[in-house]
């Protein structure tokens, strides 16, 4: 009954259309971080976008502009940090045929989020799968020559999914790039190392403060300490936290705007 209520309130998207031409939205930035990171044989360019919430909430626009920006930045490696649907399953493919657009050389690969739990992994990955998107659940995948010395390494949400670290670091290559929908992979890393870790889920709040601050805190215990912007973890690489791309329950964003991260690990 409540999402029934509030996709009457949301009028099928004509609210996030309005609110998207007010500028109520948000403007897509890039982010940029440089990690130096041993072993590799030449740069290797991450792209990685979270939290998209394809349906009423966001208007697609946003996702058009975030395509052209992945291809304007050309990675190596696009990462996927999910939450694609708001609320259905239906709404993937106004998503799905966008992120189709995108040609990473190395591929693009993903995990999946609360949302997608609560809408239907199992339609939702093999949706993702169908247009060239290796989806990472509780395991890793190497990349192809000059780098296969890293993997990338993703679990299912730590939060409403089944998260295996141990599962998804099983055979890893030397150089490991862990992808967890949420900060709170953190909690359940135990031994396992990695260079340079990439979450979302927070939205950086979505609605914050002029400083940033978030006025909601997203679920889960690491969200608030963890909930935009680079850390640095002891015993391990940095996480990066990104603010997403779409809106979540109501289609506005306020001193939060959606983000691509492009991170360059460098030798």
């Known amino acids: 009954m409540g999402l029934a209520v509030l996709d009457k309130f949301l009028a099928g998207g004509a609210v996030a259309r309005v609110f998207y031409q007010c500028g ?134 730590p939060w409403v999914g089944l998260p295996d670290v141990e599962a998804a670091f099983s055979g890893a290559s030397q150089i490991r790039v862990f992808l967890s929908h949420s900060p709170d992979g953190l909690h359940l890393i135990g031994n396992e190392t990695f260079e340079v870790a990439f979450s979302g889920h927070t939205h950086g709040g979505q609605v914050a403060l002029p400083d940033g601050t978030a006025i909601i805190n997203a679920g889960g215990p690491l969200s608030k300490k963890y909930g935009r912007g680079r850390f640095e973890i002891a015993g391990n690489g940095p996480l990066i936290v990104s603010r997403g791309v779409g809106c979540s329950n109501l289609p506005v964003r306020i001193n939060s705007d959606p983000e691509l991260i492009v991170c360059t690990l460098v030798p």
């Open 24 to 157: 109520l939205q948000g403007r897509l930035r890039v982010t940029r971080h440089e990690l130096k990171v041993g072993g590799l044989p030449e740069p290797l360019v991450l792209a990685f976008a979270s939290d998209f919430h394809a349906g009423p909430t966001t208007h697609p626009e946003l996702f058009d502009t975030l395509v052209a920006e992945v291809n304007a930045c050309r990675p190596d490696v696009l990462l996927l940090g999910g939450d694609y649907v708001e609320f259905r399953t239906q709404y993937l493919e106004i998503l799905s045929a966008r992120l189709a657009r995108c040609r990473p050389r190395f591929g693009t690969y993903a995990v999946l989020g609360n949302h997608d739990v609560w809408a239907d992994t199992d339609q939702i990955a093999p949706q993702l799968a169908a247009v060239g998107i290796e989806v990472l659940v509780n395991r890793n995948s190497s990349l192809p020559p000059p780098f296969n010395d890293v993997s990338i390494c993703g679990i299912d949400d």
